[in-house]
């Protein structure tokens, strides 16, 4: 059995661990900035700061039989202020034509922009490699647990969520587009632009190409790998655009990553939210089950599980008997999103 809820100190350990498998930004590897991110979420949870770019949440899936963590994933209320803005490359097209030779081209564009007054982001997604491709779709449930919240909390995130999907990188592990564009104006190593951008955006704008970036004099490598994603990340891909988001033709100006975006009033999981009630031990016929996210409503913490069952007059009934060992009671009142 699994469950979803925020990350705590107690998870401190765990999360240091997991972040030993990945490369992670939002996910260091440093028990201390792990603690300084874990603070921060509690601290979110319990009451939205007056300006929402200061909130952080962290959830994180918990395998209840070993009692550790194994995954987590996360919301940044608003991604982009005056202090810190989100930039982004623009990708576009400019037509060049002279009648005189009687040619013409087509030339795909990049142009640095930046917004200050950002949207919310949802990002850190990280599930602990041994427990991929598992029957009860861990990833999905990381990834979703966050729409059933800010579908319960709609004023505390703006009305549009956005995305960051990684790129192809090439077999050394490095960025064709850094390569051929942020090395050579910065002067720094892909990771530790990355790094710095977290805390200081000033760099970028002193020193990114402001002008329009002409595709065609960039190698071939690098053209190839904007608005595209890597073929790890095509599963996140096709599950955002199957849930309403959309492809902005805006990329990350460092590798290129495609960004996507959709109103979250639009997003599909918070369009389906219902509010139901939970009936247990009931005689439910498998070709009828489907699978829900469900947390209590009035509970003094957030938590989500997974339950196969089936919706009838505003009730999931469910054959599953292990729930009750979550102290989950027959008739609960819950909130539930279709996984």
Known sequence: MFNLRP?????????????????????????????KKVKSSIKAFKKASKDISEDTYIFVLEDLSKGKVIGCS????????????HFFLTVSQENKFSESINTGFIHGTLKLGYDTDGPTEIGGLILDPNYRNNNHKLGKQLSFV??????????RFKETIHSELMPPFDKDG?????EAIGRRFLNMEYHDADLLSRSNKEFILSLYPSDTIYETLLPLEARNAIGKVGQDTLPVKRMLESIGFKYTKEVDP????????????EIK???ELQDLQLKLNQDVDKKDNKNYLVSLKDSDEFMAIKISGTIKSGKL???????????????????????
């Open 269 to 271: 999981p918070v369009k």
């Open 174 to 178: 490095r960025s064709p587009l850094w």
């Open 7 to 35: 990350a705590r100190l107690s998870d401190i350990e765990d999360l240091f661990v997991l972040s030993q498998h990945y490369v992670f930004i939002s996910l260091p590897s440093d028990k201390d900035l792990i603690t």
């Open 146 to 155: 966050r729409f059933l919240y800010m579908g319960l909390n709609k004023k």
């Open 74 to 85: 996360m919301i940044h209320a608003q991604h982009g202020t005056e202090e810190e803005p």
């Open 254 to 265: 460092f590798d290129g990553g495609p960004h996507y975006r959709s109103k979250l009033s």
């Open 317 to 339: 009934l469910t054959s599953m008997k292990e729930i009750e060992d979550l102290s989950i009671m027959d008739n609960s009142k819950i909130n539930a999103i279709p996984l």
